[in-house]
């Protein structure tokens, strides 16, 4: 299965897909941490990338589906692929459109998780990261045993950049005008699929699973 999961910053589609894509058997593939790992090391593409992410701005298409395509063309994609964080505009849906066609493709389903703009910034203004390991708490949700300490490997947590409010808004703001339309896109093809993105993650996995036909 080839899939693609939109849906605003925070409303939970990296969750989704860590979940979804293991009983699927699909490899999870999400632009949001390739930029960061080249952020974080500090390599040409991780310094272009930086100029628009920190300001909650997207990076070019150009450089976004050239990274994506290398990616597509590694050898665990065969058994299918879940992207997150791609496409994000419609430039980019018709790059992955041509791409697949190219290779006598298509998506299978595009997946839309809805959460109404004020608990996605609830839920990132309160997320913090262990910069050390990866692991992800929430300072409501999933309280870390002590206070701004990993519970995995005892780092000191942090607020990335672009989970500050006033990077949120901007990011928000950047996806209504740009990703959204989207939803348009595909719902010509028949291939959008509408979740609600409210309640437990639990709750979003069974109604994702269900408008696949997945049965456990």
């Known amino acids: 299965m080839k899939m693609v999961v939109l ?8 969750t989704q897909l860590m979940r979804i894509a293991k009983k699927l058997n699909m490899v999870h593939i999400s632009t949001g941490d390739i930029f960061r790992e080249n952020i974080s090391k500090d390599t040409e593409l991780g310094k272009l990338a930086n100029t628009y992410i920190s300001k909650g701005n997207l990076v070019p298409d150009s450089v976004t589906c050239d990274m994506v395509a290398d990616r597509l063309k590694k050898k665990d994609c065969e058994t299918g692929y ?7 505009t419609i430039e980019q849906a018709k790059f992955l459109d041509k791409y697949l ?12 998780i809805e959460v109404d703009d004020s608990l996605i910034i609830e839920r990132l203004c309160g997320r913090r990261i262990c910069p050390d390991c990866g692991a992800s708490f929430h300072i409501k949700y999933t309280i870390p045993k002590k206070d701004g300490i990993c519970d995995q490997c005892g780092g000191k947590l ?3 950049q672009d989970d500050k409010v006033e990077t949120i808004k901007s990011r928000l703001e950047v996806y209504h ?13 028949g291939k959008l699929i509408i979740i609600d993105g409210n309640g437990s993650a639990d709750d979003v996995e069974q109604r994702i699973l269900n408008s696949l036909g997945v049965v456990e």
């Open 7 to 14: 849906g605003g910053p925070g409303a939970g589609k990296g």
């Open 82 to 88: 879940a992207l997150d964080g791609f496409p994000r």
């Open 101 to 112: 066609s190219d290779k006598n493709e298509e998506l299978d389903a595009v997946i839309d």
């Open 158 to 160: 942090i607020q990335r």
């Open 177 to 189: 005008r740009q990703t959204e339309p989207l939803k348009d896109f595909y719902k010509e093809s």
